[in-house]
């Protein structure tokens, strides 16, 4: 059974930092694309940041040059580094592994950015 629980979420001033992790269990982290979304109040789910299989990652644009995505395989975890928060981040976010057959998600972390 795969399982995916996010940690790091939190209340955080403008301009500060948080670490997103999510830890994997229940699936070989080594051939699937890891991805962080979030969902804003009253808002659809959207992609934050992917990290594929081979290294490549792509970020919204929002969030190029403040997010870094990054993995551990051997911890079967992936993390999300945010800097320079901004109120606009603030939702819920979202781990998910998707395989070549299935997407996986995480129950989620609320991140609010607010002073």
């Known amino acids: 059974q795969v399982q995916l629980v996010e940690s790091g979420g939190g209340l955080v001033q403008p301009g500060g930092s948080l670490r997103l992790s999510c830890a994997a269990s229940?699936?070989?982290?080594?051939?699937?694309?890891l991805g962080w979304y979030r969902q804003a109040p009253g808002k659809q789910r959207e992609l934050v940041a992917t990290l594929t299989s081979g290294g490549s990652t792509n970020y919204t644009d929002s969030a190029k040059g403040r997010f870094t995505i990054s993995r551990d395989i051997a911890k079967k975890a992936v993390y999300l580094q945010m800097n320079s928060l901004k109120p606009e981040d603030t939702a819920v976010y979202y781990c998910n592994v998707a395989s070549t057959v299935r997407s996986y998600w995480g129950q989620g972390t609320q991140v609010t950015v607010s002073s």
């Open positions: 229940g699936i070989i982290f080594s051939f699937v694309t």
